[in-house]
């Protein structure tokens, strides 16, 4: 499959008043120079393209009204905005709660929602919030700063059921309520993360009755929002319903309009068996779905559907060294394989057109991205003379050996492995055996917490490069289980950096050296491709590359 | 007969507790920490704070030793407690009881169903008198256990659901999107039924009292539907334990088919994410419908045919 076969445009919104709309018609060509060099935080937003779609411009007027039938899945039995993490379980939760702030998807920007202004203090420990002053929750309690602050208090609460919120909250201090419309986050060390951290659903408001309920409970859809939809049913393992929330008037920036949602209902079906979803969709029975398997995709180019992709922001499928093991730890032999893999290779062969290679440790559509492009390029050569230099020599089937030592390594994964195949083959070439181990989740858990493993595998989807401190840093996460270096005070400091212009230097510096130590070796970049009928309007992603169901509408509407 | 009876209740309590015990061990010893998947599913599938998982051990008991938590487990199990879905924080009981309706649906109506059709075929293998088209009946039943659920399932849908837009493709209401899970879940039970009882119709066929029916003037349908059915249908209802057993399994593969809620689909999502309780809930479930059915056939066997009911204390004494 090559990556050019259909010039991909654009499709843009009804109603942006903010950014300049990008041009509907994109050379494929065009689209992948623009995503090499796609927009940072704090800039005007000139809308560099990150994402695509295969049909024109979308220039229809809004109808209000319908339904839209969805598919996803897994019911993964939580649709609680708080707890969950699964997409398809986002695809829901996002949906029923407004956040205090809203991201660009096209920027990065962090923009006005439910709070209209806000500043932090120097180190970034303190964020203060102004609220709007007319929004409401579904139950018609107003947002005003008491709740606010029990939000954060019942996430910290929640805590490991939580894990994402709490993760964002990680050295939460407290709330203080300034006034009815000012509240005060602190926290105990700097955390410049936490600006966009309230952006996301799991940072999202709930009534506060909703912080009374049991954790159980709000799972099966018992909790009040503050978003464009409420939870109208929920069915166990095959139907959520959402309806439109009527009073809703406080849409963010970042999205087209700002009164209620268009729909009135959106059906999400769970749909486990792939073909079904293809058949489902193909049929009519449904209208949309984010699932839909790559090599059933050119069914759906044009001939009355239309799709839509983004790649997902944060760090990209990577191999990540467990430096505490020889291999591992040993960096010419990491240096090796990150320069022995051919990432162009792997994505025109094996993904969809819409899979980049990786360019950095972050993707491209993550915020205060730096290209890193050319310490990623593919040079056979120079990973043979590292591993010259480094005495590791040919041995007699061709792999390298080292004082009777094979350069025999294993990569844990559970992911489809078919990318790592394909780097298996690429690294045979330079000398290099990489066993691959494909594991069951459950079983990958055991593996990593054993710390009996080479190299894991994985991608993580973040809208905030804060990602990289949370897993890389020596003094957080330390995924490489690895001894403190240089790049941790870089990581270290770019959580008390507010302004973007230096944060970015700060990052890119880090994952230079990321990139220069081999600590991460980046392969390819995920997206999520939405496919839907051509009756369907507006569906797309907000920044986080998670479905936003806000601004789309079906032809027909109610009458539909 | 009481006796028999209460021997027979312990027994279907024995094979509870095993099948319970069991599943509880292979559950344990699967090389992977339940707390990291409910960890996982808060969306920490890679990169799971360690703190956190200290936190969920002790919050759903993990940190203590197998033992205590097989004694405590058990116990709480006697009283249909499962302990808490890793998954959704609820009672794991109130989560499978949640799809047991659909289920039982489905699997009633795939039961008369294939029952039927299993009959039908069985009386056609024998039936026509010209010998070329019983030959070619008869190849149907094993055809028809050949056959892939999965396979079937995805056939029907291409066909009636996604060419004809006949019945719906997913979902389960109403009674259009029963049709073709039913007709699925039906085959394999329909061609199973057909194998043993056509076989035990044309033993049945060969029997003396066939002969004496056929002296006396009866006619071929008579003789056929009325002397050898009756008497041939008992080992196919010796069946119907092992059937409904293989219905529950099937539903397994046709509720991810058919995207239906149920017992199955639950079943895969369950092992998949290591939901301890909710597995260790199905498995009882199962069990129980299991013994109840086979408990069942057995105290009907009398009435079926009065031969067994003089047996019946005997075997008790």
Redesign the interface.
């Known amino acids: 499959m090559t990556r050019t076969t259909q010039p991909p445009a654009r499709r843009t919104r009804p109603t942006t008043a903010r950014h300049a709309v990008v041009p509907a018609m994109l050379s494929a060509g065009l689209l992948l120079a623009a995503c090499a060099s796609p927009g940072t935080a704090g800039s005007d937003g000139s809308g560099d393209a990150i994402d695509g779609a295969s049909d024109g411009a979308d220039e229809a007027t809004p109808v209000e009204g319908g339904n839209l039938t969805f598919a996803i899945t897994?019911?993964?039995?939580?649709i609680d905005p708080q707890?969950?993490?699964?997409n398809d379980a986002?695809a829901v939760a996002r949906q029923t709660v407004a956040s205090l702030t809203a991201q660009d998807p096209e920027t990065g920007e962090i923009v006005p929602w439910l709070a209209t202004s806000w500043e932090s203090n120097e180190d970034a420990s303190s964020f203060t919030f102004t609220l709007r002053d007319d929004a409401t929750y579904a139950d018609g309690t107003p947002i005003d700063a008491e709740s606010v602050k029990t939000n954060f208090d019942a996430i910290v609460a929640l805590?490991?059921?939580?894990?994402?919120g709490?993760?964002y909250l990680a050295g939460y201090e407290g709330t203080t309520v300034v006034d009815e419309h000012t509240v005060t986050v602190d926290f105990a060390a700097p955390s410049a993360q936490f600006l966009q951290a309230t952006s996301t659903f799991s940072l999202g408001l709930l009534s506060p009755a909703t912080a009374q309920l049991?954790?159980?409970?709000r799972?099966?859809g018992d909790f009040v929002g503050s978003g464009p939809f409420a939870v109208s049913s929920y069915?166990?393992?095959?139907?959520i319903v959402l309806e439109k929330v009527p009073d809703y008037a406080w849409g963010s920036e970042a999205n087209g309009h700002t009164g209620a949602a268009y729909l009135d209902t959106i059906t999400y079906?769970?749909?486990?068996?792939s073909?079904?979803r293809t058949?489902?969709l193909?049929?009519g029975?449904i209208d949309a779905t984010a699932a839909i398997a790559t090599v059933d995709l050119p069914q759906f180019a044009g001939d009355g559907f239309w799709s839509t992709y983004r790649a997902n922001p944060g760090v990209v499928f990577s191999l990540f060294p467990n430096e505490s093991s020889p291999l591992g730890g040993d960096k010419a032999v990491r240096q090796a394989i990150l320069k022995g893999i051919d990432r162009e290779q792997v994505a025109t062969t094996l993904l969809t057109e819409e899979d980049q290679p990786a360019t950095s440790v972050l993707s491209h559509s993550t915020p205060l991205y730096t290209d890193l492009g050319d310490a990623l390029a593919y040079d056979p050569e120079g990973a043979k003379k590292i591993l010259d230099d480094a005495g590791w020599v040919e041995g007699a089937d061709g792999v390298r050996e080292k004082d009777g030592q094979r350069l025999s390594t294993t990569v844990t994964f559970w992911q489809v492995p078919e990318p790592l195949e394909l780097v298996q083959q690429q690294l045979a070439q330079i000398g290099v055996e990489l066993n691959l181990q494909h594991v069951?989740?459950?079983?990958?858990?055991?593996i990593?917490?054993s710390g009996d493993f080479d190299f894991?595998y994985?991608n993580?989807t973040r809208s905030d490069p804060d990602v990289l401190r949370?897993?890389f840093s020596a003094n957080a996460?330390n995924?490489n289980k690895r001894e403190p270096a240089e790049v941790d005070s870089l990581l270290d400091s770019s959580a008390t950096i507010t302004d973007p212009t230096q944060r970015q230097d700060v990052l890119a510096q880090a994952a230079e050296l990321l990139v220069e130590d081999a600590h991460a070796i980046p392969v390819y970049e995920l997206s999520t491709t939405i496919v839907a009928a051509d009756h369907v309007h507006g569906l797309g992603f907000e920044a986080s590359s998670r479905l936003d169901f806000y601004d789309a509408w079906v032809e027909g509407g109610a009458g539909s | 007969m009481t006796r028999y009876l209460l021997r027979r209740v312990g027994q279907g309590v024995f094979v509870l507790w095993a099948a319970w015990t069991i599943s509880f061990f292979i559950l344990y010893l699967?090389?992977?920490?339940p707390a990291?998947?409910?960890?996982?599913?808060?969306?920490?599938?890679?990169?799971?704070?360690p703190a956190?998982?200290e936190?969920?051990r002790a919050?759903y008991g993990l940190d203590r030793p197998v033992r205590v938590q097989y004694v405590t487990a058990l116990l709480a199990a006697l009283r249909l407690d499962f302990g808490?879905?890793y998954?959704?924080?609820?009672p794991a009981m109130d989560?499978v009881a949640?799809?047991l309706p659909?289920t039982i649906q489905l699997a009633a109506v795939a039961l008369v169903l294939g029952v039927a059709l299993g009959a039908l075929l069985a009386v056609a293998t024998v039936l026509p008198r010209a010998a070329w088209l019983r030959q070619l009946v008869s190849t149907l039943p094993p055809v028809g256990v050949a056959l892939p659920t999965f396979w079937v399932g995805?056939i029907l849908?291409?066909v009636f659901?996604?060419?004809l837009?006949l019945f719906?493709?997913?979902?389960?209401d109403g009674v259009a999107s029963l049709v073709l899970p039913a007709v699925t879940l039906a085959v394999p039970v329909a061609a199973g039924l057909a194998q043993v009882l056509s076989r035990s119709l044309r033993e049945a066929l060969g029997e003396p009292y066939v002969e004496t029916a056929r002296a006396k003037g009866a006619s071929r349908l008579r003789v056929q539907l009325g002397h050898a059915l009756r008497n041939a249908a008992l080992p196919a209802f010796t069946m119907l334990g092992l059937t409904v057993g293989g219905l529950l399994g099937g539903t397994v593969v046709t509720e991810?088919?058919?995207?239906?809620?149920?017992l199955g689909?639950?079943a895969?999502?369950a092992v998949?994410?290591?939901d301890i309780p909710v597995v260790q809930a199905i498995v009882v479930v199962s069990a129980l419908v299991f013994v109840t059915v086979t408990l069942v056939v057995d105290l009907v066997y009398p009435l079926i045919d009065p031969r067994i009911a003089v047996r019946a204390p005997a075997l008790a004494a």
Not at chain 1, 269 to 273: A, F, N, R, S, W
Not at chain 2, 87 to 90: E, F, I, R, T, V
Request: hydrophobic share 35%; proline share 3%; aromatic share 2%.
């Open positions: 897994v019911d993964s039995h939580c707890q969950v993490g699964n986002i805590g490991a059921k939580a894990s994402l709490s993760q049991t954790p159980e409970d799972c099966t069915t166990q393992d095959s139907e079906t769970v749909v486990p068996e073909s079904v058949g489902s193909a049929s029975q069951t989740v459950a079983e990958s858990q055991a990593k917490e894991d994985y993580l949370l897993i996460r995924v | 699967l090389p992977s920490d990291a998947l409910i960890a996982a599913r808060g969306g920490e599938a890679d990169t799971v704070d956190l998982l936190q969920l919050q808490q879905s998954a959704s924080g609820g989560v949640g799809v659909s995805l849908l291409q659901s996604f060419r837009g719906p493709a997913m979902g389960d991810t088919v058919f995207s239906r809620a149920g689909r639950l895969v999502t998949n994410s290591q």
